[in-house]
């Protein structure tokens, strides 16, 4: 199965746009450059949006403007106009479970805390939708003293930005491998270190 919707997670606005929370608004961003596409505001989706061919494929790109806690407005609305099942949504979003540099491709799970994902869960009525995670550390694991809200909402240190964005841009090369739904190949790519 394809992917047809591609939804970058983040919170809009200047003082947001560096922070760790935002990283997949920074992979949407790079994509829909990469492949000529220009994100425009969509108010009935509350988001910005672009359409763009990857692979051969039609698909949407995603960035909802309503805050990382209420993604899934936009994301729902999106699914139902469209008609676009779960399993055919990738969620990009930022991962405190993996260390910076790391990406991983995977299907269905709890929200593990992130509350973009809670919300998309609700809104789909399923947690079976595809999930590309972008390592951004753990303050703990980091040995930052800091609470993980306080983390994700702050800018990176710069080896760790570095990291995240290699770990971007590996993840821009198996896209195509994820919008034609071969999950197998593009994830043995992208777990190779």
């Known amino acids: 199965m394809p992917i047809r919707l591609i939804v970058g997670l983040g919170n809009p606005g200047a003082e947001y746009e560096q922070t760790r929370h935002n990283a997949g608004f920074w992979l949407v961003d790079n994509l829909a450059n990469d492949v000529g596409a220009r994100l425009q505001r969509e108010t009935k989706y509350n988001a910005l949006m672009a359409k763009a061919s990857i692979a051969g494929y039609e698909v949407y790109l995603l960035e909802p403007q309503t805050y990382m806690n209420r993604s899934g407005q936009s994301v729902g609305g999106l699914c139902r106009f469209f008609k676009i099942n779960p399993d055919e949504v990738l969620v990009v979003h930022d991962e405190l479970d993996l260390m910076p540099g790391i990406a991983r491709l995977k299907k269905g799970g709890s929200s593990g805390g992130h509350n973009g994902l809670k919300d998309i869960t609700a809104a789909l009525g399923t947690q079976d939708y595809w999930r590309l995670r972008l390592g951004i550390g753990h303050p703990r694991t980091l040995s930052l003293q800091q609470q993980v809200a306080d983390f994700v909402l702050h800018r990176p240190r710069r080896e760790d930005q570095d990291l995240i964005e290699q770990a971007i841009e590996k993840?821009?090369?198996?896209?195509?491998?994820?919008?034609?739904?071969?999950?197998?190949?593009?994830?043995?790519?992208?777990?190779?270190?």
């Open 171 to 193: 993840s821009l090369q198996v896209m195509p491998l994820i919008v034609e739904g071969k999950f197998e190949a593009a994830t043995m790519k992208l777990h190779t270190v």
